[in-house]
């Protein structure tokens, strides 16, 4: 945690992704453990292996490919780094709020990062209207926008874009000629995925849209950093992805390669990892919907999540109680619930959004248990809010925010 004197909220505090809360699928970790003995290191970029493996997991999602066309690197980041600094120049563009990780990559090259609201009713894109204004604003001023992160599936809010608002936003992206970053690291977690429509940018302008994903939210472990990217044909696609090549040799950000042999192989969606994935977010999304209704129902605000395991909540409505509490920005609410509630509860300055507004990640990964066994109950139970542990822990948060409330009440 910060200390005073470090100020509010330094980058090497920010949150990771979500914690998935349970332990590594033995297939997996048998995958891994005989890719161990390998000596030689997988080559920047991605082993033939694990690029084939990549292009067919794009083309079963509707994004056909060559392996020329797929790039790899140990974690999202890193990826997203080596592309921005392979487009060679200009400004960024981010929907607020946004991922944490997305503009320090930005920052550290020394780019300018402009944040766009979104649209009510979603977080991940912008809004459209607001993104035309905001690169002619920038243009006005000297500026150069080139770039557009944006995500399908969102972190932080958890939401998904409508396909006709995403349709939009990447219609005014591509007038506007940028190149848009479609973050899809949390598409195959829809908590209802009869029910929502998720579309690819890069259906909609496959000639202006990189995919990137984070394979740490479906498919490995945090601990087992690897990300991969589809970059689009053509002669531009394959100048930016000879660029973040070199960017990424240049960096020695090669996957490790027992890493890529789990990546392969998870990559190729056996039984055991397709089951393993449905189970957990089926587990995600019931205790997500819990927690939600338990914070609603204390008087904050949340959008109810559609993808992942986390929720984005908005303690404006409970300001007053909080700040007779000490609490006035989101770094004192990320300090005052992570200690209430003995779990991480980033403030909504991690991701991008302004530090007067009282809002918080939450993650349901630390809900599930805190053992091996409490965490593969929950995964195999027909409704894991009702085994004990989980009871508890949803119950704290129901007191903490149901304090809030009542303090709320008596003002």
């Known amino acids: 945690m910060r200390t005073e004197a470090e100020g509010h909220g330094p980058v090497r505090y920010g949150p990771p992704l979500p914690d998935p809360g349970l332990p590594v699928l033995p297939e997996l970790s048998a995958v891994l ?28 999602r509707g994004l056909p490919g060559e392996r020329d066309q797929a790039v790899a690197a140990p974690g999202a980041a890193l990826l997203l780094l080596a592309l921005t600094a392979a487009l060679g120049g200009g400004d960024v563009l981010l929907p607020r709020p946004c991922p944490a990780w997305w503009a320090p990559q930005v920052r550290l090259l020394g780019r300018s990062v402009y944040h766009v609201p979104t649209p009510a009713e979603c977080g991940g894109v912008p809004d459209p209207f607001a993104l035309m204004e905001t690169v002619r604003r920038i243009r006005a001023e000297g500026g150069a926008p080139r770039l ?51 579309v690819s940018p890069a259906e909609m302008a496959p000639d202006r849209v990189t995919a990137l994903s984070d394979l740490s ?17 053509g002669a531009q696609g394959s100048a930016l992805r000879a660029g973040t090549l070199d960017v990424l040799t240049a960096l020695g950000a090669c996957v490790a390669a027992p890493v890529g042999a789990a990546a392969s192989y998870a990559l190729g969606e056996p039984d055991e990892v397709t089951d393993r994935l449905v189970r957990a977010t089926r587990l995600h999304a019931r205790v997500a919907a819990t927690a939600r209704h338990t914070v609603v129902a204390a008087g904050a605000l949340a959008r109810p999540p559609g993808a992942g395991r986390h929720l984005y909540v908005d303690l404006g409505p409970l300001r007053p109680a909080l700040a007779a509490r000490g609490v006035g920005d989101s770094q004192d609410l990320e300090d005052f619930l992570g200690e209430r509630l003995a779990m991480p509860a980033p403030g909504g300055h991690r991701f991008g959004d302004e530090l007067g507004a009282l809002r918080v990640r939450l993650s349901t990964g630390p809900l599930l248990g805190s053992t091996r ?3 593969l109950a929950a995964l195999s139970a027909p409704d894991a809010t009702q085994l004990p542990y989980v009871e508890r822990a949803l119950s704290t948060l129901g007191e903490a925010f149901g304090d809030l409330r009542a303090a709320a009440d008596r003002r």
């Open 33 to 60: 453990a005989g890719a161990a003995g390998r000596a030689h290191a997988e080559p920047p970029g991605g082993s033939p292996a694990l690029l084939d493996a990549a292009s067919g997991y794009w083309a079963r």
């Open 148 to 198: 557009l992160v944006l995500s399908v599936a969102d972190d932080p809010t958890a939401t998904v874009p409508p396909p006709e608002v995403l349709h939009e936003a990447v219609e005014a992206a591509a007038d506007e000629g940028l190149h848009i970053v479609s973050d899809e690291t949390w598409r195959d977690t829809l908590h209802r995925p009869h029910d929502t429509v998720l």
């Open 373 to 375: 066994q409490e965490r």
């Open 217 to 233: 939210g479906a498919f490995l472990p945090p601990g087992w950093p690897a990300a991969v990217a589809r970059f689009p044909a």
